[in-house]
């Protein structure tokens, strides 16, 4: 298995699976209804949130909802896709070996790491654990996903690697805590946590 090619995700990618509202995966209603969840609970839990990190962010749906719940908090977008950088004016970079000064307090990483090999999977979930310093969102479909049937293949890139949901948990475990919804949390983040907020609370 090897990592989706940088030539899949030209216009006619997006075109498919963004623009065309019969083919789309996602939208604009969908994500502010997905980053109100996300962002409510990291409020919730009281993680201070200023510079955001949206890894593979596409045609940036997740910047005005960042902007709606965090006023103030800088928004900053990396893409893989050199159409997408072209037409936006996001920073070109890989979840892979993405790097930063300065490590950031939400970091999103939706329908990023399917597209990779079990290596770059490896490397990319330790990558999000060093670049997270407080709230992580992860969004990505898993084999489980398919064998239970919740997948609509007619919408779904078919080119998808279906990796277990164990092999996600256990590259992000090191260094994050599983608070459920796709939301995860730094192990360094000093925030307190119920027993039962925390998959796997210490």
Known sequence: MQSASEQWFDEAYYQRYYFDKKTSV???EHVARLGAFVCSYLGY???????????????GLWREVVARHFPGASYHGVEYSEYLCQRFGWERGSVVDYQSDEPFDLVICQGVLPYLSPPDLKQALHNLGRLTRGGLYVEAVAREDYERDIIDDGLTDPRLLRHR??????GLRPAMRELGGGVWLSRDCAVPLFALESVDAE
Not at 165 to 170: F, G, V
Request: net charge positive; glycine share 8%; charged share 30%.
């Open 165 to 170: 949901a164990e092999l996600y948990r256990r």
């Open 26 to 28: 996602v939208d604009a």
């Open 45 to 59: 839990l009281r993680v201070p949130v200023a510079r955001v990190l949206d890894m593979g962010c596409g045609i």
